[in-house]
């Protein structure tokens, strides 16, 4: 069975950083896209990057492009999404998914930048 | 910037076929695909590749694509079928993706 389990998420001041971890299991993690999507409070999807299989390929959103960078370590089947210069508009429960697009879905993990 | 364009929101009586739209310049060349969402809960991707169905999808959902506008159908749709959903696409590049605002699907 798929299995994506975000952490790492919580409370952060403007300005501050964050990063988010996704560990996979019950798939052979190196062979497959993964994509990070994130959704603010009572509002859409947004898609926010995905990074190529050997991580040699990497794609942001312009919303987040120069602030945010997508990782992965093969080895440890784990997706990482390092945040800096977060805003209140970073706010979101944030989602890594399998593939592009995306198959299969983590549950989130809950991003709140305030004061 | 690429865009993905949705209706807010469809209602439909339960048996009855719901439909939503997206519109996109890229659509004519580009898959589209289909998510479910219900409260609370993450997305569900329904349909890929503009028309095929994952397995455990029920049969009432398909999708179709013509020009520069893509539709998902819900034949028959059920109280449980509520929700939002989404369209996503990519640009020409097949780096950049999007998705549309989203639909509220409302049945009863």
């Known amino acids: 069975e798929v299995q994506l389990v975000e952490s790492g998420g919580g409370l952060v001041q403007p300005g501050g950083s964050l990063r988010l971890s996704c560990a996979g299991s019950?798939?052979?993690?190196?062979?497959?896209?993964m994509t990070w999507v994130r959704q603010a409070p009572g509002k859409g999807l947004e898609w926010v990057a995905n990074i190529k299989e050997d991580g040699s390929e990497k794609y942001y959103a312009d919303s987040v492009k120069g602030r945010f960078t997508v990782s992965r370590d093969n080895a440890e089947n784990s997706l990482f999404l390092q945040m800096n210069s977060l805003t209140a508009e970073d706010t979101s429960i944030y989602y890594c998914?399998?593939?592009?697009?995306?198959?299969?879905w983590g549950q989130g993990t809950l991003v709140t930048v305030s004061s | 910037s690429y865009e993905l364009t949705q209706p807010p929101s469809v209602s439909v009586s339960p048996g009855q076929t719901a439909r939503i739209t997206c519109s996109g310049d890229a659509l004519p060349r580009k898959y589209a695909y289909w998510y479910q969402q219900k409260a609370g809960q993450a997305p569900v991707l329904v349909i890929y590749e503009d028309s095929k169905r994952p397995s455990g999808i029920p049969e009432r959902f398909s999708g179709s694509s013509s020009g520069t506008m893509a539709t998902l159908t819900i034949s028959g749709a059920q109280v449980e079928d509520e929700g939002d959903y989404y369209c996503y696409s990519t640009d020409s590049s097949n780096n950049y993706w999007v998705f549309g605002g989203g639909t509220k699907l409302t049945v009863l």
């Open positions: 019950g798939f052979t993690f190196s062979s497959y896209w």
């Open positions: 998914a399998r593939e592009r697009p995306p198959r299969y």
